[in-house]
């Protein structure tokens, strides 16, 4: 059994613990519920590795941390030991867009080998074309640790799974 | 040596050739100088060597000429021009301003020397100026400059060199530095490459002669230094500084101890505290049970079942059972390895690793202030607890019920500093993979998980039995000899009193024996009036218990009597010894002395009356007077042969007196003892008998109780007679006094 642990960054109310809940739970709420210190899931998923045949199951320990500012002292010891992390962003709010290479400073300072997944979140809120025009303006994280950046809606649940699984694909 | 070139009979080449006279003479200049200067001026741009010499010779040879107008000022003037010339001569080029004081050198000579012969001076300069020309145009032609040049430039240097090594330092010293720099920019490698190999040589001289220096420079950046090498090889730095760490911290206790306590404390100091407050709540708890009845009862207990006392307190608590055991990664919140207890209900065990991190990290950030780093130790609710035990890198979570004990403890950190020693570094760099993790750190948790022991199997403890029946032998035979001597003591205590009391003086002064004290002694203790008495009594004990020492503590108090009843006890005394047989004695008491008169009738029977009167309490001394008053009358009756027939002169003479001696002394009575001659035999054999039963019955006659008369036959020779004295002595009857020793 492999273990993993991952890491939910970003500002808040930006669909964090809504992104997990939909991931583990197959739930969403609408409902804000701000979270504390930090919260704790857990999913099995199953790899499949093209090279050998049997499918090596993962346990992934998820971390899903406040993102309240003034916790901020507190993330990086939460931050310890994650094999991966994935930064959120809300599509509807610039400035959580704009948060984002500090979120990945700040996970890259504690885990200088981690693998980071952004997610832009909040999709179905937001009209296409300005999704593609926010998107160009935001190429600054283009960093070798950045593999993907996923445009997910925990609401509809599109994308959540795909972008965890990569995810947890790319940490062994 | 060349033709004098003024002299006008030389040849016309001489003064046709492009020279400085021929100029000189052509020109027609309002002054011979202007002419000069002009022609210089223009060239002085070139030259060339031989016609430089060629020019220079001319004007040795014009200052000769000269010399007798003015030769130290001509002299002075050629040098001037020589040594102008000269500098030109190794000049690539020279400017107008140079050339402008050169002019003015000589417009101010020539000013001085007016007088000189200038038509000659004037073919000089003319001669010297179609030189200079010829050289111009030469010096104008860079190439051919160059190819002049070159053949010499190494031998100019050389000599330079040669001659003043620091004029040529100080010619290049300006361009040295944009020479290495523009080299390097141009072909970095190249200029390393050349530098290099120098570079160590040039570090170590640099050491010797200045390393401050040296390590000022270097010192900067060190840090950053070595942080690069951890980057690249972490192990290195490692296997380099790890042989010294030790000495080092050492070291540094040495120099700066707080430095070192500070550094440590935050790590160290909550431990210790920790520690510390455990400790002390152990001993305080040992020191409450230690004494308690709970406590000996546990001890007794313990010994009883052969089973150690801490096993016991272990199993004493019943309801203690770890229901788990979690190693748990520090940083991750991942979990390394478990145990779970067998059978009912099964934790979560990684999501509560994760929690338990994730609080574990809230307490440190939030509640305690950064200066210090305190862990979380244990978590309660209700009757169950988690017991966390941290390390460096990992930490152990305990799930129990009940109270854990101190041991248990000890137990739990003992197997977390076991399991760091030997798998740190698989342990640091924990991945999430638990295959990584070796099997043998499984096993080591598995003691933690505390489950019912059974009891050991109970051995004899003989040596307790042993213990017990030494420690009664030790209480019960001393006792017993304790016991022994006390009755031996009391035995002897009572023979002393015994014969004490035999002793009637002592009835009136009881003397104590006392055997407690010192082995077989006996002490005495008491008060009596004389020390003759206090002799008494340790000679009697020494009779009766010769066995024994004595510690004679008897006073002998001088009791002073009373005059009175003193004298009234001697008169009683003395009217006592009157009745005594024989003894007729008078007392006269003058205290404390008794002065003794009187008769007694055996010598004995004074010793006797002496001390009976020295007994008396009071009396202190006694003189004696007494006389010696042996019997007074014949105490032998003599016979005629074959007769037991008293004479008759005899019974007035001495039966008659006997009688009466008899009389004065009523207790008196006497022993009759009759001898008989040797030839009285046969029929004469008891004459003896009948001898003496004649005297009784004659002192009868005289009035003498016949009860008193004691009448005895003796064979053999009467005392005091021998074997060959005339045989009537033999014919006897002896008269003795028998003494009563009732006088006691």
Redesign the interface.
């Known amino acids: 059994?492999?273990?993993?642990?991952i890491c939910l960054i970003g500002d808040f109310a930006v669909g964090k613990t809504s992104l997990v809940r939909r991931f583990v739970d197959r739930q969403f709420s609408d409902q804000y519920l701000s979270t504390i210190?930090?919260k704790?899931s857990?999913k099995k998923i199953n790899l499949s590795s093209p090279e050998t045949d049997n499918p090596q199951v993962m346990?992934l320990?998820i971390?899903d941390i406040e993102g309240q500012t003034r916790f901020k002292?507190?993330a990086p010891?939460?931050l310890?030991?994650?094999?991966g992390a994935v930064i959120v962003a809300d599509l509807t709010r610039q400035d959580t867009i704009n948060h984002l290479p500090q979120h990945i400073d700040l996970f890259l300072s504690i885990n200088p080998q981690g693998v980071i997944v952004i997610a832009f979140n909040k999709t179905d809120l937001v009209k296409y074309e300005s999704i593609l025009q926010r998107f160009q303006n935001n190429k600054s994280f283009k960093q070798e640790q950045v593999t993907l950046v996923y445009q997910t809606s925990a609401k509809t649940g599109i994308y959540v799974d795909e972008m965890f699984n990569h995810l947890a694909q790319n940490l062994i | 040596m060349p033709d004098h070139p003024l002299d006008p009979s030389l040849p016309q080449e001489h003064l046709q050739h492009d020279s400085f006279y021929h100029h000189f003479l052509s020109v027609e200049t309002p002054h011979p100088m202007q002419g000069i200067t002009e022609y210089l001026k223009k060239i002085i741009l070139g030259f060339n060597t031989a016609e430089f010499a060629g020019l220079k010779q001319q004007i040795l040879l014009l200052s000769e000429r000269y010399e007798q107008i003015n030769p130290s000022e001509l002299k002075a003037l050629s040098a001037e021009i020589q040594s102008q010339l000269n500098s030109v001569e190794y000049q690539c080029h020279t400017n107008a301003a140079e050339f402008e004081a050169l002019k003015q050198q000589i417009l101010s000579l020539s000013e001085q020397y007016e007088q000189i012969d200038w038509s000659e001076l004037k073919t000089l300069s003319a001669e010297i100026q179609s030189q200079l020309n010829s050289l111009e145009h030469q010096f104008h032609d860079p190439a051919y400059l160059t190819e002049l040049m070159v053949p010499c430039i190494t031998e100019i240097l050389n000599r330079r060199i040669q001659n003043s090594k620091t004029e040529v330092i100080q010619a290049l010293l300006p361009i040295i530095d944009e020479l290495v720099r523009l080299k390097a920019q141009q072909n970095r490698q190249q200029m390393s490459q050349a530098i290099a190999t120098l570079i160590p040589l040039a570090i170590q001289h640099q050491i010797q002669t200045s390393p401050k220096e040296m390590a000022q420079a270097i010192a900067p950046e060190m840090g950053a230094a070595i942080q690069e090498q951890i980057r690249l090889d972490q192990d290195e730095i490692i296997k380099a500084l790890a042989p010294t760490m030790g000495k080092a911290i050492q070291e540094q206790i040495i120099l700066e101890r707080d430095a070192m306590v500070d550094a440590l404390y935050p790590v160290i100091g909550s431990t210790i505290t920790r520690y510390l407050a455990e400790a002390l709540r152990e001993i305080n708890q040992k020191i409450e049970t230690a004494l308690s009845i709970q406590g000996i009862q546990r001890k007794i207990r313990a010994k009883m079942q052969g089973v150690s006392e801490a096993e016991l307190i272990l199993l004493e608590a019943i309801h203690s059972k770890v229901q788990a055991v979690l190693l748990i990664?520090?940083?991750?919140?991942?979990?390394i390895t478990e145990i779970q207890q067998e059978g009912e209900y099964r934790l979560d065990s990684?999501?509560l690793a994760?929690?338990l991190t994730?609080i574990r990290?809230?307490v440190?950030?939030?509640v305690t202030n950064h200066q210090e780093i305190r862990e979380l130790n244990e978590i309660e609710y209700g009757d169950a607890r988690i017991l966390i035990e941290v390390a460096g890198y990992c930490y152990l979570a305990v799930i129990m019920q009940g109270e854990p004990h101190q041991q248990f403890i000890h137990k739990i950190r003992k197997t977390l500093s076991n399991i760091i020693q030997q798998h740190s570094q698989l342990i640091q760099n924990f991945?999430?993979?638990?295959?990584n993790i070796p099997v043998d750190v499984k096993q080591q948790l598995q003691p933690l998980i505390l489950k019912e022991q059974p009891p050991q199997k109970r051995q004899i403890p003989i040596l307790l039995i042993l213990l017990v029946l030494f420690l009664l032998g030790l209480i019960f035979v001393p006792w017993q000899m304790a016991e022994a001597r006390r009755r031996e003591n009391h035995q002897a205590e009572m023979k002393a009193r015994a014969a004490l009391t035999t002793e009637p003086e002592l009835a009136l002064y009881p003397v104590n024996v006392d055997a407690a004290q010192a082995n077989q002694t006996l002490t005495l203790s008491g008060k009596v009036p004389s020390q003759r008495l206090r002799q008494q009594v340790e000679t009697i004990l020494q009779q009766t218990l010769p066995s024994w020492n004595l510690d004679n503590n008897i006073i002998a108090v001088q009791v002073p009597a009373n005059p009175e009843q003193v004298e009234a006890e001697v008169k009683q005394m003395t009217a006592a010894l009157n009745q005594m047989n024989g003894i007729s004695i008078s007392t006269e008491y003058n205290s404390p002395k008794v002065r003794l008169q009187g008769t007694v009738i055996q010598s004995e029977e004074i010793e006797n009356v002496i001390q009976a009167f020295e007994k008396i309490k009071g009396v202190e001394s006694v003189q004696s007077q007494l006389t010696l008053q042996p019997f007074p009358i014949a105490t032998r009756i003599y016979f005629n042969l074959n007769s037991a027939e008293i004479i008759e002169r005899d019974f007035d003479e001495k039966i008659r007196l006997i009688s009466q001696y008899l009389k004065k002394y009523p207790q008196l009575r006497v022993k009759l003892i009759g001898y008989k001659d040797r030839r009285e035999i046969g029929l004469y054999q008891n004459i003896g008998l009948k001898r003496s039963q004649a005297v009784q019955t004659a002192l009868e006659s005289y009035g003498i109780d016949r009860r008193r008369i004691e009448v005895n036959q003796a064979t053999g020779i009467p005392p005091g007679v021998t074997p060959n004295q005339r045989q009537w002595l033999n014919r006897t009857v002896m008269i003795e006094i028998i003494h009563d020793n009732s006088n006691s």
Do not use: P
Request: aromatic share 10%; proline share 0%.
């Open positions: 059994m492999i273990y993993k642990k210190g930090v704790i857990r346990q320990m971390w002292d507190i010891s939460y310890q030991g994650s094999s | 990664h520090k940083a991750s919140g991942l979990l990684d999501m994760g929690m994730a990290s809230f440190n950030d939030c991945d999430g993979n638990q295959e």
